[in-house]
DNA sequence: CGCGCTGTTGAAACTTGTCAAAGTTTGTGG
DNA sequence: CCACAAACTTTGACAAGTTTCAACAGCGCG
């Protein structure tokens, strides 16, 4: 091999997505797949994709040809509908997907906007079908990626359904804490990455009624808030608070 | 082959569920397969299951093996949590899949209620994984409809988190309207399989803001309700509601 | 025929939304 | 690096929508 062809070479591992060599191994797809596996993996992920804050990953009406795994950054998903209404239905950090709803109908339902500077892998997603009739850990770990969106929405609509303004706050913010604890970041310190609006989009709450709710939540010495910066002061009063019963 | 041998077999091929000859084929998961393929999928569908009204299917926690074609009747799935809220999750009906939220943890994460007397075919997962890496069709088709979850979901999100009362239940009505019509069954008339209750934890509502918003409608000469009896009267002012700017 | 379950309706209480104003932070261009 | 504009957040007062509580009506079943 010439000098010339190795850094050629070279350049194109560097820029090449690998999952064998990706941290994120053990929450992404690659959960579980022997050496030689992975190393099929690695040909599927074909592009990164940089992405800075406010743009667009996919809008809805796109069409669908791949799903996204979160490398770094933070996405927001929601949907549009005519009379101008929109609802956030899910706020993705590293090693989530992104981009499972296109599956059913060819195109993008709704539209994944990143919350910053972040970064995705691509993964072809017929090329994912192809692999996972070879990779039956794949296949299986797929589906169950899937049932876990499925089952995530069902926790969403409860909370919709049932809970009040200060109840949907605490199991937002505490389903938040346990996802930074599970990347190894303070489970009781983080920084928001969204809006007030964004959050109560998401919790079904106008921006005032979650403002509101910080307000009270650190008046009570639950939280301290600092704009965007959240510290978890009593966790488990929180917990009491999300889980109880109506007066 | 003897006589005992011939009835036996006779018996097995009246009780055997057979995708090939089931009328729900164009909504199942048997789309656009070939005829050998039709009759792989036939073994793979091993058991129908008949339920009574109010009989559980399977409840949150027990292991998930199986998921669940309605080949007839009509369901429901709820969520309860420890505190006593319940949300019921939706309501399926023939040709329909159950089940899907069992995959992620090999553990049911729902209840699935028959509302009347209903029939059931079961899927054994592992084996529908299995098939799927065989035939292509079957495997995105399955994937279509897990996405389609997916995306319904987000629908029931968007209701939850941005409609008012009527809309709700506008938007539900059409829903149910246009799900009979797919199945050949006036989308004008129909009965309602589930409570007013039901209704309403599905909605986010309390079963007398359900009731108030059916007498509503038919002081406005959008529907006729007698008790579970509905006519649509209506549809383009319903559907007009159901999207109508905020005031 | 009456009991129980489901559904309807009214009035009052409560929660959340709306509107408005002011404070704070962030970003940009000079 | 400062100044100013834009975007975001907080807070209050009031309005609207939904729930709660209670009473009663209707239907189905034993």
Redesign the pocket.
Same mark, same amino acid.
Do not use: W
């Given at each position: 091999m010439s000098t010339r062809d190795a850094t050629a070479r070279l350049a194109f591992e560097v820029v090449k997505t690998a999952c064998s060599n990706c941290n994120l191994r053990e929450l992404c797809l690659p959960i579980g797949l022997e050496a030689d596996e992975l190393k099929k993996l690695d040909e599927l992920v074909s592009t990164r994709r940089r992405l800075k804050?406010g743009d667009y990953l996919y809008r809805a009406g796109q069409g669908f040809e791949s799903i996204y795994a979160v490398r770094s950054g933070f996405f927001k998903t929601d949907v549009l509908i005519e009379d101008g209404r929109d609802q956030v239905t899910g706020f993705q950090m590293t090693g989530e997907l992104l981009g499972l709803d296109g599956i059913s109908s060819e195109m993008h339902t709704c539209n994944a906007i990143a919350l910053e500077d972040s970064e995705v892998c691509a993964i072809p997603f017929s090329h994912l079908e192809g692999l996972s009739r070879q990779i039956h850990t794949l296949q299986h770990h797929f589906h169950q990626v899937m049932s876990r969106e499925i089952v995530r929405d069902h926790g969403v609509m409860m909370l919709l359904g049932t #809970?009040?303004?200060?109840? +949907?706050l605490a199991a937002f913010l505490l389903n938040l804490s346990q996802r930074f604890k599970a990347r190894g970041y303070s489970p009781a310190e983080f920084n928001?990455r #969204?809006? +007030?609006?964004?959050? &109560?989009s998401y919790l &079904?709450?106008?921006?005032?009624?979650?403002? +509101?709710?910080?307000?009270r939540f650190?008046d009570e010495g639950l939280l301290s808030?600092?704009?965007?910066k959240i510290r978890i002061l009593n966790t488990s009063r929180l917990k009491q608070l999300m889980s109880h019963q109506?007066?």
């Amino acid at each position: 091999m010439s000098t010339r062809d190795a850094t050629a070479r070279l350049a194109f591992e560097v820029v090449k997505t690998a999952c064998s060599n990706c941290n994120l191994r053990e929450l992404c797809l690659p959960i579980g797949l022997e050496a030689d596996e992975l190393k099929k993996l690695d040909e599927l992920v074909s592009t990164r994709r940089r992405l800075k804050r406010g743009d667009y990953l996919y809008r809805a009406g796109q069409g669908f040809e791949s799903i996204y795994a979160v490398r770094s950054g933070f996405f927001k998903t929601d949907v549009l509908i005519e009379d101008g209404r929109d609802q956030v239905t899910g706020f993705q950090m590293t090693g989530e997907l992104l981009g499972l709803d296109g599956i059913s109908s060819e195109m993008h339902t709704c539209n994944a906007i990143a919350l910053e500077d972040s970064e995705v892998c691509a993964i072809p997603f017929s090329h994912l079908e192809g692999l996972s009739r070879q990779i039956h850990t794949l296949q299986h770990h797929f589906h169950q990626v899937m049932s876990r969106e499925i089952v995530r929405d069902h926790g969403v609509m409860m909370l919709l359904g049932t #809970m009040r303004a200060e109840e +949907r706050l605490a199991a937002f913010l505490l389903n938040l804490s346990q996802r930074f604890k599970a990347r190894g970041y303070s489970p009781a310190e983080f920084n928001l990455r #969204m809006s +007030r609006d964004e959050i &109560g989009s998401y919790l &079904g709450l106008k921006l005032e009624t979650v403002s +509101r709710a910080f307000s009270r939540f650190q008046d009570e010495g639950l939280l301290s808030v600092h704009q965007r910066k959240i510290r978890i002061l009593n966790t488990s009063r929180l917990k009491q608070l999300m889980s109880h019963q109506r007066l």
